[in-house]
């Protein structure tokens, strides 16, 4: 039974365990590290300190399939609706600017329901807290170095992470790329930005009719939302989340400052945007340096094989596109190279 680590509990890998499983379920022994401490990745779901409030997605916000995905991913979308992770948006969005073809979808449990309903389906070993800082070739097997505990020993590697991580690990990784990948790679950028959770008391209601709002007229802020609204998820027991997400502009400006800097620059401009809001319990803010994939991997392959033996692939939506569609292309792509290299 062939030992393989996926190394990232995001949407990708937590597809890409799960197909594995549901393909090679005999043959394949599956581990899932991420350096965080909860699943999720761009997908993470916040809760918050007091349990009276809502928890707020402070990645992805929602999920749109345009027409042709909804038809190529039907299996994934109908799984999905079919077990209650995802639901139809009902919501109003103010200022949202999409094709007629598109459906949006909302996750009643949060964004990170949904890796965790693919994880749940993988049978992998799942292991958070695990930060891989190095990959070392040892004849047909990889040694896997992390920050903190003892190096092991897999069959196969995928990564998932962003790929400036990717290029920044130890060891051998960097020697066995081709020039083409290694420019390729170099190449790959991405969008930052800062999201900030607000978490209300049950007393709480918001009088503005829509459930998100695209802003206009602010450089600070692009982005608001009444996250329960949003999610269908409003309970009167519980009081409501709001998450602001701040403009690509705004991030990259103040990318380097610590967000405990910078948050009170954007709860500021919240204020002047909607200066009736009540004073909140808590605040959360988070700072995305790799938020959504401006320039992907030419062509979007899906994935990249670096070592057929033993196996090292790279994927995740730098290699296809930063969506929900893009992730689960993605974790197709290493599944074919997955059961090419483990299959006799």
């Not at 964004?111 to 994880?119: E, G, W």
């Not at 992470?161 to 990784?173: A, F, K, S, T, Y």
């Not at 930063?322 to 290493?334: I, Q, T």
Request: glycine share 6%; hydrophobic share 40%; with cysteine.
């Amino acid at each position: 039974m062939s030992r393989v680590l996926i190394v990232g509990a995001g949407l990708t890998g937590s597809v890409c365990a799960c197909l594995l499983r549901r393909e090679l379920q005999n043959k394949v022994h599956i581990v899932v590290w991420d350096k965080a401490r909860g699943a999720g990745g761009r997908m993470s779901t916040t809760r918050p300190p007091d349990s009276s409030s809502h928890a707020a997605d402070l990645g992805a916000q929602y999920i749109t399939a345009t027409a042709a995905y909804a038809q190529s991913h039907h299996s994934f979308y109908s799984e999905l609706l079919s077990s209650g992770v995802l639901q139809p948006l009902r919501g109003l969005i103010e200022g949202l600017k999409q094709n007629n073809d598109c459906t949006n979808y909302v996750t009643p449990l949060g964004m990170s329901s949904v890796v965790k309903h693919f994880l749940s389906q993988s049978g992998a070993d799942l292991f958070y807290e695990r930060h891989v800082t190095g990959l070392f070739r040892r004849g047909a097997s990889w040694e896997v170095q992390r920050k903190a505990g003892e190096s092991e020993t897999f069959d196969a590697v995928v990564l998932t992470m962003p790929v400036p991580q990717i290029l920044q690990l130890q060891g051998d990784l960097g020697p066995l790329l081709s020039v083409q990948q290694k420019q390729q790679l170099d190449a790959v950028a991405y969008s930052s930005r800062f999201a900030v959770a607000l978490f209300f008391s049950p007393d709480v209601v918001f009088s503005f009719p829509w459930a998100a709002r695209y802003v206009t007229d602010s450089s600070c802020i692009r982005y608001i939302t009444v996250d329960s609204r949003k999610r269908n998820a409003d309970d009167p027991g519980r009081g409501p989340s709001l998450v602001v997400h701040t403009s690509v502009p705004f991030g990259l400006e103040h990318l380097e400052r610590d967000k405990e800097e910078v948050q009170p620059i954007i709860l500021q401009e919240l204020h002047k945007l909607l200066p009736s809001l009540p004073q909140p319990i808590s605040v959360r803010c988070q700072k995305w340096r790799y938020s959504q994939v401006l320039t992907s991997v030419p062509d979007c392959p899906g994935s990249m094989t670096v070592l057929e033996q033993p196996l090292l692939v790279c994927g995740g939506d730098a290699f296809s596109h930063s969506n929900f569609d893009g992730c689960v292309e993605s974790a197709l792509s290493m599944l074919s190279v997955l059961k090419a290299s483990l299959t006799p």
